[in-house]
């Protein structure tokens, strides 16, 4: 089979297209993954509002700033 250099370009332009939107998926999947693994992280204070990241393992975490206790999953209906 002769491949000529028409097609050699052709495919080769098209295999770099499809290798960009390749990676350009896999890249917008890992950043979506990272992003919603930090906001895991952050927590938000009931009494004074201080938004800092859960370091602990723990189901209550004490504030950096009021020193108040915060439950890592959110503090219920009420607030």
Request: aromatic share 6%.
């Amino acid at each position: 089979m002769e491949l000529s250099l028409n097609d050699f370009v052709l495919t080769v332009l098209f295999g770099s297209l499809m290798l960009v939107g390749l990676i350009g998926a896999v890249s917008r999947f890992l950043h979506w993954k990272s992003e919603r693994r930090l906001c895991q992280r952050v927590v938000e204070c009931r009494l004074c509002g201080h938004v800092f990241l859960n370091s602990q393992h723990e189901e209550l975490v004490t504030c950096e700033a009021c020193h108040a206790p915060n439950r890592k999953n959110g503090n219920g209906k009420l607030g």
